[in-house]
């Protein structure tokens, strides 16, 4: 069955580094995946999709994924944290049927 | 703007109670969603509807029923409430087709006591 895997609860990252949130996917076939981020008290918000094509993908608010077919990976990227990236960051796949399955989530937190 | 809106952002209710949530979207969107979410397990789907008066079991569809009788507006009812079923649902729609982003409400932070 599809799924994911977000292998760390939480990552710290210093206001100005780049941050990784890590994802794993298991599909058969093609994989269509998503990033999603949930501020404090929200609902989930769109970053960004691969569908297929280049495998960088660029997204909201300055992130990027980068999909990598041989590990089997899609990891959220941006070169320059801010404090405002403080979140919590769900990694999702498409199951048949326009059904995402999400991951556990990985809670962000970056400090000034 | 788009806007998914869930009835309530906090709920309070009893042991083997009924409870209704309400979810409406104004995107005209064919499909709707209801996750769940708790700590360390991230989002469940409870239920898919893909049309009006159409429904699909998700991965933890026990305990719950939904109904769609119109097609911006899918409800969540838990016949018989339970306090494991304490905790944040999500409502969310999109459009078909698979490559669509879903649109999420705030949530509802739900307490069985």
């Known amino acids: 069955a599809q799924s994911v895997a977000q292998p760390e609860d939480q990552v710290n990252v210093a206001e100005g580094n780049p941050l990784t949130v890590k994802c794993t996917y298991s599909?058969?076939?093609?994989?269509?995946l998503f990033w999603y981020v949930q501020y404090p008290n929200r609902g989930l918000q769109f970053l960004l999709k691969y569908i297929t094509g280049d495998n960088l993908v660029k997204g909201s608010y300055g992130f990027e994924a980068e999909f990598n077919k041989s590990q089997t990976s899609f990891h959220l990227k941006k070169p320059s944290a801010l404090v405002s990236d403080s979140a919590l960051y769900f990694c999702a796949v498409r199951r048949n049927t326009d059904k995402l399955i999400f991951g556990t989530g990985t809670r962000l937190q970056v400090f000034p | 703007d788009v806007k998914v809106t869930q009835s309530s952002r906090y709920l309070v209710k009893r042991t083997g109670e009924k409870v209704f949530l309400e979810c409406v979207q104004d995107m005209d969107h064919e499909n709707m969603f209801w996750y769940r979410q708790d700590p360390g397990l991230g989002l469940r789907l409870i239920y898919f509807s893909y049309d009006v008066k159409m429904k699909e079991k998700g991965d933890i569809p026990e305990g719950y029923s939904v109904s769609r009788e119109k097609k911006e507006r899918f409800s969540l009812i838990l016949e018989s409430a339970s306090t494991n079923q304490t905790s944040m649902y999500l409502c969310?729609?999109?459009?078909?087709?698979?490559?669509?982003?879903?649109?999420f409400g705030s949530g509802t932070q739900l307490s069985v006591l």
């Open positions: 599909v058969s076939g093609n994989p269509y």
């Open positions: 969310a729609s999109s459009t078909q087709g698979g490559n669509e982003k879903l649109f």
